[in-house]
């Protein structure tokens, strides 16, 4: 049975930072699209797309406001994903999770309906 499981969420300063991790098992992603999420606390806002990272070369995007702070990478078994995120904001506090799309292995779509794995989540907080 697939699953994603993150973990490295927690709680810190602005301007520190963390590393989030995302463990796939059952089944090997090799190159198939991964992606982080995040949910911010209002309902009404829609889910965010953080980062991705797609293909054997591991070719990765960002979205503007984490651009240049936060890091998108994969393991060399390419089963464990990580986040790196340096410079945190309040802003960037939310739930944040793993998705994998495994009809995609060129490009991400740019719909998170379209990931059909996703992990628990995890919470990250940063205080002022």
């Known amino acids: 049975q697939l699953r994603l499981v993150e973990s490295g969420g927690g709680s810190v300063e602005a301007g520190g930072s963390l590393r989030l991790s995302c463990v796939v098992s059952?089944?090997?992603?090799?190159?198939?699209?991964m992606a982080w999420y995040r949910q911010l606390p209002d309902p009404e806002k829609e889910r965010e797309w953080v980062a991705d990272i797609v293909g054997e070369d591991g070719r990765a995007a960002y979205g503007d406001s984490v651009k240049g702070r936060f890091t998108i990478s994969l393991d060399n078994a390419k089963t464990t994903l990580y986040l790196e995120m340096n410079r945190l904001k309040p802003e960037d506090s939310a739930m944040y999770y793993c998705?994998?799309?495994?009809?995609?292995?060129?490009?991400?779509?740019?719909?998170?309906?379209?990931?059909?794995?996703w992990g628990q989540g995890t919470q990250v907080t940063v205080s002022a």
């Open positions: 998705a994998l799309d495994l009809n995609r292995a060129v490009h991400c779509s740019p719909f998170w309906s379209d990931f059909g794995y």
């Open positions: 059952g089944y090997n992603p090799s190159g198939h699209c």
